[in-house]
């Protein structure tokens, strides 16, 4: 089962910060928060991920609360082409015959609409 | 990062028949993934595959509906194995937790 809860939907005026929400309050220790978005018909598009401090890239910034238990991702000024479904995913250890690794179980997002 | 090649994009098949789909990675990649994408749904981890060693399949997929081939660290397949409407989905490998590729749209009639 997904350890994040989203918004089902979300609406941003173009050229304001788009503010995501995303509540994961089981999160471990070990566990990073990662968040990738979903334009129609294609493939998930990695965003960003962090474990315990706020972090930043060209895309976007990615907030977590000091308890860990509640993540904000920013992207500082939408655009109509951000529009899309965005997934809040805490990554979790994964046993499997090959080894050790990791998996993402998605939730079921949060559709941005960016409007004009 | 890596780059990834899915085939075919999309297909329209005849139930009870089975349809195989190719992931293949512009790199070398230790563990591979399929998701499965149900219409207006999310993404449902099908298994994981690592070179060398049988698949790993998560609750409600069994090795006989989704079997998966692991040749090499470049290249993978899932099969969606006597198909019926209920198989209908986007099918989509994903490597090292960060890469996705396009997608495999089925829809079986």
């Known amino acids: 089962d997904a350890k994040t809860t989203q918004p089902t939907s979300m609406d941003c005026a173009e050229g304001r910060a788009a503010n995501l929400p995303c509540n994961h309050s089981?999160?471990?220790?070990?566990?990073?928060v990662y968040w990738y978005r979903q334009i129609h018909s294609q493939g998930p598009q990695y965003i960003i991920h962090g474990l315990k401090n706020n972090e930043t890239n060209e895309m976007a910034s990615l907030i977590i609360t000091e308890d860990r238990k509640s993540s904000t991702l920013i992207l500082p000024h939408a655009t109509l082409r951000d529009t899309a479904v965005y997934y809040c995913?805490?990554?979790?250890?994964?046993?499997?015959?090959?080894?050790?690794?990791?998996?993402?179980?998605f939730g079921t997002g949060t559709l941005l609409a960016v409007q004009p | 990062s890596a780059v990834i090649s899915q085939k075919p994009s999309r297909d329209i098949c005849q139930r009870g028949t089975s349809l195989t789909i190719q992931c293949q990675v512009d790199?070398?990649?230790?563990?591979m993934f399929w998701y499965r994408q149900q219409p207006g749904q999310s993404l449902t981890l099908i298994a994981t595959a690592n070179q060398g060693s049988e698949a790993t399949y998560e609750s409600g997929f069994v090795i006989d509906k989704f079997p998966i081939s692991r040749p090499n660290l470049t290249f993978s397949t899932l099969t969606v194995s006597n198909m019926s409407p209920e198989d209908s989905s986007i099918y989509l490998c994903s490597v090292n937790g960060y890469t996705f590729g396009s997608g495999t749209r089925l829809t079986v009639v």
């Open positions: 790199s070398q990649v230790t563990m």
């Open positions: 995913i805490v990554r979790v250890p994964h046993m499997n015959y090959g080894g050790a690794t990791n998996k993402l179980i």
């Open positions: 089981t999160i471990s220790g070990n566990e990073y």
